[in-house]
């Protein structure tokens, strides 16, 4: 059965620095998603991907993120300069909304910033 | 404004007891309405969505839209059932989901 992966599994980074968190949607999928849960909160919506550009974004998704579908696989997100409330679960969604409404998550990326 | 609320963190029962998870939700159009469900050292997974009325591993949700609720009901719980379960709602064009903030159910032996 086809799967969202995410690597990688678990960043430790540097306040300040630069993290790229990629993820392999399903291949027929075409909307994009990136969703975070801090420790001990709700899962949160971060971003909708879709046709090559951001189709929705959250107060959350400050000019710090950015996405990207590089290559047609592989889709990123990248915060440029992390601060220590950016430590979170970063999970990676999909779906194909033609066939169904489910989304398929990846198994998340542990980001911590020291 | 969309949001789901799901007013247990934690809910205990015993194994062959009946299970409830309670889900409400606000938003002012026909939203969809799913349970996603995280076993341990596991990825979110779709367990059941509101428009299929279909029954999976057992458990069974009906919306309510006069008391906008998707509660989630199974009539005997077993101990496999022990995991997270989200409560999540989607609207709108870029179809994102708004989750609630998650019930830990253990099943007791």
């Known amino acids: 059965e086809p799967e969202v992966t995410q690597t990688p599994s678990h960043q430790v980074t540097q306040m300040g620095q630069e993290v790229i968190l990629r993820c392999v949607p399903i291949?027929?999928?075409?909307?994009f998603y990136w969703y975070r849960q801090i420790l001990g909160q709700k899962v949160e919506f971060l971003v909708s991907?879709?046709?090559?550009?951001?189709?929705?974004k959250s107060e959350i998704f400050d000019d710090q993120f950015s996405v990207e579908r590089p290559d047609g696989s592989n889709f990123t997100l990248k915060i440029r300069s992390t601060k220590l409330e950016d430590s979170a679960m970063y999970f990676c969604?999909?779906?194909?909304?033609?066939?169904?409404?489910?989304?398929?998550f990846g198994q998340g990326t542990r980001l911590t910033v020291v | 404004a969309q949001r789901v609320t799901q007013p247990e963190k934690l809910l205990s029962v015993f194994k062959g007891a009946p299970v409830e998870l309670k889900c409400n939700y606000s938003?002012?159009?026909?939203?969809?309405l799913f349970w996603y469900v995280q076993y341990s050292r596991q990825r979110l997974q779709l367990l059941l969505r509101?428009?299929s009325r279909e029954s999976i591993k057992g458990f069974t949700a009906d919306l309510n839209k006069g008391e906008t609720s998707f509660h989630l009901k199974k009539p005997f719980a077993q101990e496999e059932d022990s995991a997270m379960y989200y409560c999540?709602?989607?609207?709108?064009?870029?179809?994102?989901?708004?989750f609630g903030q998650g019930t830990r159910l253990t099943i007791n032996p």
């Open positions: 991907f879709y046709n090559n550009e951001i189709s929705e």
């Open positions: 999540a709602l989607s609207g709108g064009g870029a179809q994102k989901l708004v």
């Open positions: 969604a999909s779906r194909n909304l033609r066939d169904s409404p489910e989304a398929f």
């Open positions: 509101h428009i």
């Open positions: 291949s027929n999928h075409l909307y």
């Open positions: 938003y002012s159009g026909s939203p969809e």
